[in-house]
Structure formats: structure tokens, C-alpha cells
């Protein structure tokens, strides 16, 4: 194995000087705020009924408040005291409360999420957002989680959306949506800090300041630094996965006049995460194997919103920045910027309509500089995506049915043109039950990667003694993957200490992407002079989906609170009888588990004392060959005063390791082993 120090790497890029220059600026005129009482204990959501749990609001699935109960969509929140109790130490890891999301862990800083279908290293049918700001890379559609962090403390709550929602959010809302919000500044007044000490998990140290700003305004400033251990092998030293990073962040929220808000959320980063690649060491001679490599990543963001209310008209501004630079020394250097600018309109004045419309573009440019296992031809890229979008929810009979109508036509630089409509219907006949359904088209947002990508395996000297390798190629303008997706779910209260909550769907997938072979051909560089066989991007697969996912809570006790869920999955695909790739369709019927289930318990003793535990139960898969596993994972916290938490407790703690994912391209998955923390936490 070899090590990426003894390597070529590609030159390191400067961290871009202007937006650098402006978080620092903001971030230091936090550190000034002035004093305010601290903030008030945390509400904990065990001592609410599931009616007021019902009653929680979300935007996610109309882009306005409404009860979680009255929203037609399969959708799921996972609020900050969840997170708090959870035990979980970042965001990839937070989702697996989630019903119905597919998260896979590949190594100590890698995640595979995704919902309803096809796991993959960067799942491209999920769009993430972070106050409003996406998180999938242009480069791939995927998101690359080791460098999207976060202060957990701030999170108010994750909507988790499974099922299509790109009439409203667009590119990527294949399969689902998961909208992170975090805290108003006015709710993190104070200070607060913390420290985490972990075998194999991370151990981490936090700091965060909030308070008051002229004239009517509150903001707080943070900073986190964190170290996670190579995952654990069964014989001689950990995986060379560790994980190291060091963000520091703030959010500005401001009361302006006549009902408008401004909010400004921002953060730098600096991490360093490790894997262990397959791939080519050496051409001449041929040579593969599996080598050391790490990734240093830096960038920053700066996120703009601005708000009004009126009576009958609601308006939203947003605008951010994004700037990054990945250098995986022996793979891929990437340099990357992107703009993003969207204008949402809601009218309310009719009593039986609200009608939200829009728009939105965002600019992308990568400079990337490529490896003898993967490059981008052209190295540089500038693309532009664009779309706008109206909705209309109709209220048939007040209070009880209401139709939901919308499109989204939205242009991709790569694939064109994409039109994604949606209709969406609910009946509520009371305050205790819910039936709705929905009809949507989703497309993927095409990346680089579908269009401008070039990898290269298997290196050998055949029978003429010709030197051989096999190369994939994107191809330029490929049609983009879509969906139809029919939907059909309800809620039920049964009493006030059991609810309900089914959702069904299934889905046709068309262009579903699969590699063919071309025509053999010879290249001089890199030397020597080698055979190529390529294979490039078509789409020759189409399928459907299909499956259910069931949620139940109860609370026995005002002080005990249990919810418990179970995902059921099928998959069908079949390629056209033109294509000759015939593995695709086999891998992506495999990747994702048949049954899922899970069990939370969540209880509050006397003297301030909670234990939680959690069961999670994956079924295998069967292509890869991942076998099934049981993961439980149990803490104990205790509040001995309002301003002070320590917790401790296991994660996986009954197995002393197990495979969640499989090796890939460029990617080798490492065991995930039992881990232990005690965390303290400090608040004035």
C-alpha cells in the first residue's frame, strides 16, 4: 500500500481572497457583541403530546408554514431536541431517524444517503439544503458530506421530504428533499460550550457566542473543531479514514420595518479526511492496487435572505456565495465556485387560493486539475441552471380538501430543458385523521461528471503485447434520469398517546443511465502509447419502484416517549435491447435493503435524568453481498443544572463491527465498529 506523501500532487490553490476577507470581517464584529441574559432551557419535546408534535410547522412541502399533520407529503421531522438525545456527532449521521431514508456509512468521513432507491457514493436524487443553500456538488449531483458541517446545537429542526418535491425546489428533488434549518440568533443568546471525548467516534470541542446588535437585530458566532479516528480493524491498525476539521461560523437575523426580516448566515472551513483508493499505481509497467490518499478541503459560504409579510402578499430574496477547493492528492484537484440568486412570491389574498411563483439561477465554475484515475475533459467548466415555477393550492372545502396544483420548468446546462409538474390532494374529515396523493415528474440534474468525466481501471499487456486500459467517458447533453412518481398516505391519531403515519408510492423511472462500450482506439498520453477501451454514458435503463414506509408513535407516560418504524422497498429494472452494459441494472436493483426497521425510546427520570436508546435493523444486499445488521445504540444525560449537560453512551454497541456499504470505483469501504463518548455541555 502505498502512501499519497511519496505521490505527485497537483499545486495547492489560495482560498479566494474576497470572500475569505468578508467572513473574517463579519465573524470578528461578533465576537464584540454585547452581554444578554442567557437563553432559556431547552423545550423538551417529550413533555408534548403527539397533537402538539402533529402541530409542528414546516415549509418544506408547500414553501410556507403549515401543521405537519395537514401537509400532503410524506414527510418527517427530526427536531433539535432529537438531535440532542440522539447521541449522533454529525448531519449524515443524525438522518438515520429518519423513516425511509437509506443511510449508509462507507467509512469513518463517507455517507451514502439517499431515499427510496439507488445507494450510491454520490446519490444524485436527493437534494440537501442548509438555510436555503444546496449542498450537492455540481461536479457530481452528490453531496460530499465531510465537508458539509454544522453546529448541531443551532439546528432547529431537519424536514425530511421522501418522494418528489422539484416543482418547488427543482434540481436533484428526485426521490426526496432534506431541508436543515437552523436557530433564529434571537433563540442562541448567551454562551455555550462543549467538548466531546470519543473512542473511535469524534471527539470535539465547541464554542459559540449570541447576543444583541443595533438596531433591532441578534447574531452569535461559533467555532468547532473536531477529530475522528480511522474506523477500527479487526487486525493491526486503524484505516487511514480519519476525519479532522476546524469551521468557525455566525448568523445575523434583523427585524426591519414593515414586516421584512433580514437574515445573513455564513462559515470557513478548513478538514482533512483520509481513504484508501483501488485504483491505478502505475501504468508503465501496469500496475493497480490499493494506495493511501487524503483530501484537504477548504472553502467558505456567505448565505443572504431577506423577508416581508404582508396581508396578501409574502415576498423572499435569497442570495449566497460558495466557495471551495478539494484537493484529493492522488485523484482529483478541484477548485470551485458557485452563485446562487432565487425570488419567491406567495399571494394569499383570495381565501380559496394561495399561489406561490418564482424563480431562480444559479452560475457554477470548477477549475479542476485530474489524475491518471480520473480527469475532467475540459478541465474548466462554466454552466448556468435556471427555471421558474408557480403553484396553486386550492381549497376546495375549507378546512377539509384542498388541491394542489404546480410546475417547475427549469433548463440544465448539460440535459436542457426539464418540466416537473406535480398534483397534490387532501382530505381531512377531522382533527384526528388525514388521506392524501399526489402525481409528480422529477428530473435529475445532470453534472460533470454524466457529461465531462474520464476514469481509467485495469491497466495490462495483452496477448500482442499491446498495453490495455479501460476508460469510462461522460457524454456531452445525456438525458437527464426522470421520474413519475404516484404517491398515496394518511395520518391517524388514534388517541392521545398513539399516532400513525403510512405512505406508499410507486415510481417509473426512464433514462436511467448505463455505460456502453465504443469503439477500441489508441492515445500517446500519458505514455506510453496504449489500446484504449472505452465505454460512455447512454441511457438505456427504465424500471419502477416500489414500497411502503409505516411510522408510529406512542407515549405511555408524559415522561416516555416511543416511536417505531418499518420501510419496505422493491426494485425492478430492465435495459433496453440496445445496450450491452449488462451490470448496471443488476447493481442498482441491489443497492438498496428490502426492510428496514427501526425502535427509539426516549425517557425522562426524575432528577433531570433521560436515557435513550435506539434500534436500528437493516436488511442485506444482496448484489454487493453487504450482509443484514442490527445496530442499538443507548445514552444516559443528566442535568444537574439548568446551564449544565453531561451525557455518555455506545454506538453499535452489541457488534463489535459491520459493512454498511460496498467497495466501488476510487472508494474502498472500511467496518464500522463500536464506539463510546462522554460529552459535556455548558450554557450562560
Known amino acids: ?238 484505516a487511514p479514514d480519519g476525519w479532522h476539521d476546524l469551521r468557525a461560523g455566525f448568523r445575523a437575523d434583523w427585524d426591519l420595518f414593515s414586516q421584512s426580516n433580514l437574515t445573513l448566515v455564513g462559515d470557513l472551513y478548513r478538514g482533512r479526511s483520509g481513504t484508501t483508493i483501488p485504483g491505478i499505481i502505475s501504468l508503465w509497467p501496469p500496475l493497480t492496487g490499493t494506495f493511501v490518499d487524503k483530501a484537504i478541503s477548504t472553502g467558505g459560504d456567505l448565505n443572504a435572505r431577506w423577508t416581508r409579510k404582508s396581508h396578501n402578499l409574502d415576498s423572499m430574496i435569497r442570495a449566497y456565495i460558495d466557495i471551495a477547493h478539494r484537493n484529493e492528492y492522488t485523484v482529483l484537484d478541484v477548485n470551485r465556485s458557485t452563485f446562487d440568486l432565487e425570488v419567491v412570491e406567495r399571494y394569499h389574498a383570495h381565501p380559496r387560493h394561495d399561489v406561490v411563483f418564482g424563480g431562480d439561477f444559479r452560475a457554477n465554475a470548477d477549475r479542476t486539475v485530474g489524475s491518471i484515475n480520473m480527469s475532467f475533459d475540459p478541465a474548466r ?84 503485447g499491446v498495453l490495455t486500459i479501460s476508460s469510462s467517458f461522460g457524454t456531452p447533453h445525456v438525458p437527464p434520469e426522470n421520474v413519475a412518481a404516484y404517491e398515496l398516505g394518511g395520518r391517524l391519531q388514534a388517541n392521545r398517546a398513539v399516532a400513525f403515519d403510512l405512505a406508499t408510492f410507486y415510481n417509473h423511472y426512464s433514462n436511467r443511465h448505463t455505460d456502453e462500450p465504443g469503439p477500441a482506439f489508441y492515445e500517446d498520453t500519458p505514455a506510453p502509447r496504449h489500446l484504449v477501451l472505452p465505454t460512455y454514458v447512454h441511457s438505456n435503463i427504465s424500471g419502477e419502484t416500489h414500497g411502503l414506509e409505516f411510522v408510529v408513535r406512542t407515549q405511555p407516560t408524559p415522561r416516555w416517549a416511543l416511536s417505531g418504524s418499518y420501510s419496505l422497498f422493491e426494485i425492478h429494472l430492465r435495459q433496453s435491447a440496445a445496450s450491452l452494459d449488462f451490470e448496471t441494472a443488476t447493481e442498482s436493483a441491489g443497492d438498496t435493503p428490502r426492510h428496514k426497521f427501526q425502535l427509539h425510546s426516549a425517557w425522562t427520570l426524575p432528577h433531570q435524568i433521560e436515557i435513550d436508546s435506539s434500534l436500528y435493523f437493516v436488511g442485506s444486499l444482496p448484489v454487493p453481498q453487504i450482509a443484514k445488521y442490527a445496530r442499538v445504540d443507548m445514552r444516559v444525560g443528566w442535568h444537574p443544572v439548568a446551564a449544565f449537560e453531561i451525557s455518555a453512551g455506545g454506538k453499535n454497541i452489541f457488534q463489535a463491527e459491520h459493512f454498511e456499504f460496498p467497495s466501488g470505483e476510487l472508494v474502498q469501504s472500511e467496518p464500522i465498529a463500536r464506539s463510546a463518548y462522554l460529552k459535556a455541555t455548558w450554557r450562560f
Open 1 to 238: 500500500m502505498m502512501s499519497p506523501d511519496s505521490l505527485p500532487s497537483p499545486p495547492s490553490k489560495p482560498f479566494p481572497k474576497t470572500l475569505h476577507r468578508l467572513l473574517y470581517a463579519v465573524f470578528t464584529q461578533l465576537l464584540l457583541l454585547a452581554p444578554l441574559p442567557a437563553q432559556q432551557p431547552k423545550v423538551d419535546l417529550t413533555a408534548f403530546s403527539l397533537e402538539d408534535l402533529a402541530n409542528i410547522k414546516v415549509t418544506s412541502v408547500s414553501r410556507k408554514e403549515q401543521k405537519l399533520f395537514e401537509a400532503a407529503s410524506a414527510i418527517f421531522v427530526i427536531t433539535s431536541d432529537d438531535i440532542r438525545r440522539s447521541g449522533m456527532s454529525n448531519l449524515a449521521e443524525i438522518l438515520r431517524m429518519a423513516p425511509g431514508l437509506d443511510i449508509a456509512q462507507i467509512d469513518a468521513n463517507k455517507w451514502s444517503t439517499t431515499a427510496r432507491g439507488f445507494g450510491e457514493r454520490y446519490p444524485d436524487k436527493m437534494l440537501v439544503l442548509l438555510d436555503g443553500r444546496t449542498l450537492y456538488s455540481p461536479l457530481t449531483s452528490g453531496v460530499t458530506w465531510d465537508v458539509q458541517e454544522t453546529l448541531l446545537e443551532d439546528i432547529e429542526r431537519i424536514e425530511i421530504i421522501r418522494g418528489p418535491g422539484a416543482t418547488l425546489w427543482g434540481s436533484n428533488a428526485v426521490n426526496g428533499v432534506i431541508n436543515i434549518i437552523t436557530k433564529n440568533a434571537a433563540d442562541t443568546r448567551g454562551f455555550l460550550g462543549g467538548a466531546t471525548l470519543a473512542d473511535q467516534d469524534r471527539s470535539s470541542g465547541t464554542v459559540r457566542y449570541g447576543g444583541h446588535i443595533a438596531p433591532a437585530g441578534y447574531a452569535r458566532g461559533w467555532a468547532q473543531y473536531f477529530d475522528r479516528d480511522g474506523s477500527r480493524q479487526s487486525t493491526g491498525p486503524n
Open 381 to 464: 467548466r462554466s454552466t448556468q441552471l435556471y427555471g421558474i415555477f408557480g403553484q396553486d393550492e386550492i381549497s376546495l372545502i375549507p378546512d377539509q380538501l384542498r388541491l394542489t396544483l404546480g410546475t417547475k420548468l427549469e433548463h440544465n446546462y448539460y440535459s436542457g430543458y426539464a418540466l416537473q409538474p406535480n398534483g397534490r390532494i387532501i382530505f381531512i374529515p377531522n382533527d384526528r385523521s388525514a388521506i392524501w396523493a399526489a402525481i409528480s415528474r422529477a428530473s435529475e440534474s445532470a453534472s460533470r461528471t454524466d457529461a465531462d468525466v474520464r476514469t481509467n481501471a485495469d491497466p495490462y499487456i495483452d496477448a500482442n
